[in-house]
């Protein structure tokens, strides 16, 4: 691991997404970025016709990109830019919460499968506590946070109990549809991430980032969209739609 001398990062601005367990590799071949004329998101392939992300994403003009490492270039080899023709959230959702924060985007047009663009492995099960998983987003280069985020990282961190995450989170209602990854208490260091993270665990896409108040990227406490409990509802939009 590279060294970085203590000074340097106490100079740091705040904003910066940095975390010394992070990796940057290519990008999963599931892992979608959402670009709109607001904040982007991030999402998750899980059909060819289908992406998977939060509620919460405000997505005007949305553009659909697959198989990008860095979004300010879209000239990258690989690259998919597809139009959507829905957006599906679910009934349930309200701004007002971070409940039921899940919705589907179904594309114009099937996206083309291969090394760098395939669906992810949706959970059949729940994931249990202390299970390892990679939580994988974008984040912003500090020089210059009003293009797009030009660095994509993931880090390995383990889902904890509820009881945990209610320590973590007292003044929220953790649900049995929610799912907590991280390390307790978490550091809550300000940063900038593209929002809606994904969480995969052994292979197998378990959460949706709906909230954390800190960087998932630096391991702090995230709320997730827990992903098994919706499997009888994303399979009836897809199947109906």
Known sequence: MKFIPLWALLNLPVVLAFNPDYAVSTTPPYLVYLKSDYLPCAGALIHPLWVITAAHCNLPKLRVVLGITIPA?????????IDYEKLIYHPQFSVT??????????????????????PVNLPYQPVPVNSMCNVSTWSYNICDMYKEPDLLQSVDISVISQAECRNAYKTYHIRDNMLCVG???GRRQPCREVSAALAICNGTLQGILSFADGCVLRADVGIYAKIFNYITWIENVIQNN
């Open 183 to 185: 390390i307790v208490p």
């Open 97 to 118: 919460s971070i409940e039921y924060d899940i919705m589907l985007i179904k594309l114009q047009r099937e996206v083309e499968l291969n090394d760098y663009v395939k």
């Open 73 to 81: 270039d879209l000239t990258e080899s690989h690259v998919q830019v």
